[in-house]
């Protein structure tokens, strides 16, 4: 602010003040406006206190790394090492018109969009109609497991399929396939990859499935409650900018409707960016990943630095009705709202730290 202002001019020594506590007066605590001798030093200072800041986040975050190990994340691993993973993935198989879902080459395309997800995508287990057809067909051929696979032909396939309307009205089938054969589903487990790699996984099966599929046969569709947590996690930053710009969109209209200046409003916008600019630094450094739990923590930050700001230019607003000159209404200013600013922001800080005492991850990270 100082530095948009240009240096004031005194014209006499100020040799009595006042606290924050007492009366706002004119008179200001001694020395209050006489400039820093050593500004380079102030500059070190203040960069060793943001990266003592840094410090203390980055061991804050790590202490609560631990929490990775507890039970329910050890359960998690388990079931990434010794089974097919915690990862769930669901595709719908629409058959064309005239077809169904047991037709055979639509059991046919299935089976060769399995070996890819196996192969490729890294499915570890799989479930469709097309395990319905050759577990029927197994059962019906001794149980033998060279048996287990698609018939070669309609008419095995006509007979398995005699043998399938016994059964479609059964939970196990139904789970996989219509009854009357409109559609089916096909699902499986992986490993937890995470959003990125997924996203990745998604891009080359719908590039795989264009080139190999013949959708005068068979169409595809991802979908499921992974794919909706990706999209989800694809869109919140985006959101996230989105809203910020909103927010500082109006925070910068009102401030040109109190103030009539651009200069003044670049000055209100400085310090509502700065905790921004810097919780998302100290988020990079510590590793922190984006996501719903955490992307809130950028508005509870601009909201706490809006709220401060409002009620700081608008009592500096106010001062200006019968203080024209600037240095001396923002000096006075500070002396009457400063108490009530630090105040409040001080009982926000009490509040959020007691969510640092939370077991849970995301609260904790707004306490942070």
Known sequence: MLVLLGKPQLREPRRQGHRLGRRAGPHVPHGAAAPSPDIHGERARAGHGHWALYAGAHQLFAA??????????????????????VRPFEMELKPAPGRDIYDLAVLQETERIEGYLRDTYGLRFAASPVTLVKSVRKALNGGGLAEYRLPTDTTELKRLR????????????????????????????????????????????RRHLRATVDSTVLRTRLTGSSNLIDKNNENLTLNMIQGMAI????????VLALFKSLRMTLVVLIPNLLPIIIVAGVMGLAGVSMKVSTSIIFTIAFGIAVDDTIHFISKLRLTLGHEPDIFKAVRRTYLLAGKAVITTSLILVGGFSTLLFLNSTAPFMWGC
């Open 162 to 205: 005699s043998k399938l309307k016994l059964f479609r009205k059964k939970a196990e089938f139904s789970a996989l396939a219509l009854p009357d054969g409109s559609a089916g589903r096909l699902t499986g487990r992986m490993a937890d990859v995470g959003s990125i790699r997924a996203d990745a996984l998604n891009d080359a099966l």
């Open 64 to 85: 609560r790394r631990p929490f990775q190990k507890r039970p329910c994340a050890a359960g998690l691993r388990l079931f990434e090492r010794q089974f097919a993973g």
């Open 247 to 254: 927010d500082v969109l109006m925070v910068t209209l009102i």
